[in-house]
């Protein structure tokens, strides 16, 4: 677990990658709270706040008695989501340490090219 | 949310030490606590005071609602691991295990012989010949099966290697999920509990310092890296809960920032690092005290 961030941001953010990698297809069960805890040997109470996100969010929803399914659509919407972030989280940081370099954009597309090809 | 144990004004002296001092605050129901603090801090008088073996000074207890001392309808939904736990002589772990179900209407007994094998504790053996890892096991099996509703570990497992340890948070949390109860926790290995815990009490000197949600404290302090001028310069209004620094660069921990002032920090070309809760109690409960008493001396 990253220190800088709650524990149940990060965890509602590995559900998510699970759902969107399709480790977890929609409208099958999510592990319970109390798998989360112990897997990731963190407080069930906070896994719990982590599963309600996503509950909040309706990526995931309860079913009474039995437990915690993929809504359908989820990883469509996550995939949005997640598109939606990349230029800040991702396109923004890598412009900032090329200019602290040296690289100009046209170098930066060039090597993502490569990359790409590669 | 209701509250198993609600301590008020809680002092204890022995002599002209007060060891727990003026003390106030309370604890859910099926939470898991940890009561952190360095030596000395009256952590173990705290939990004395609260499961009725000693006798406060001044202030009021309520556990379960009442009065914990000669009080067994109280005393026997509680359990209390102490590091200092002495056995009978003649005593071996079978003996203890035996016993433990006279005292814990709760106890598991499939459940203790599940951590027995996973502690490889012998059972035939005098506990005076134990090592001091197969002593904390014995309490840390006690502990987690005997249930209690309320349960006090001190300082559980001096001795215990690193994967009887994890083995100890992994059964506690997967046994606390199937059976939620109160777990008050105290510990030096910080580190190794932070993402256990749901709340945290800090003690130091007798006195409470934090009292506080183990999610609200994360990002409760960071610490500021870069060269010493443009530190100094972000830091200037702040209070500083220590301060290092080598030649130019100087690294500065403070308390929470906001994203602005997390932009503001990128752009003088700062480092941000978030501080682990146990770097926050080393920093209160240690480095904060030396700088007060240069500053007096000064």
Known sequence: MDESRPIFVQIAELIENDIIAGALPEETQVPSTNEFAAFHRINPATAGKGVNVLVDDGIL?????????????????????????????????????????????????????????? | MSA??????????FGDTTAVDDISFSVQKNTIHGLLGRNGAGKTTLMQLLTG???????????????????????????????????????KPRHVFTSAPWFFPNWDAAFADRLIADFRLPLNRRIKKLSRGQLSA?????????????????????????????????????DYGDHP????????LIDEVSNLLEHVLVIDEGKLLIDEDAES?????????????????????????????????????????SPQDRARAAEMGLELSPVSLQQLVVRLTGSTQTETALEQSA
């Open chain 1, 61 to 118: 929803y309860k079913k009474r008695g039995i437990g915690m399914f993929v809504a359908s659509g989820a990883r469509e919407r996550l995939v949005a989501k997640r598109r939606d972030r990349f230029q800040n989280e991702f396109i923004a940081p890598l412009i900032v340490e090329a200019e602290k370099l040296g690289i100009d954009k046209t170098q930066v597309i060039d090597m993502i090219r490569k990359e790409g090809t590669a």
């Open chain 2, 53 to 91: 073996q000693d006798f406060a000074t001044r202030g009021e207890i309520r556990v379960f609602g009442e009065n914990p001392v000669e009080n067994s309808g109280v005393l026997k939904n509680v359990c209390f691991i102490k590091e200092s736990q002495r056995y009978p002589d003649e005593f």
């Open chain 2, 181 to 188: 109860r109160t777990v008050i926790l105290s510990t030096h």
């Open chain 2, 217 to 257: 404290l994360r990002g409760s302090a960071t610490t500021v890296v870069g060269t010493r001028q443009g530190v100094d310069a972000f830091v200037a209004d702040r209070e500083v809960l220590h301060r290092d620094g080598i030649g130019g660069l100087a690294s500065v921990t403070v308390g929470r920032l």
């Open chain 2, 138 to 174: 014995i309490g840390v099996i006690v502990g987690l099966a005997s249930r209690a509703p309320l349960t006090f570990f001190d300082e559980p497992y001096l001795g215990l290697d690193a994967v009887a340890r994890q083995i100890f948070y992994d059964r506690l949390l997967e």
């Open chain 2, 4 to 13: 198993v144990v609600e301590a008020s004004h809680l002092t204890r002296r």
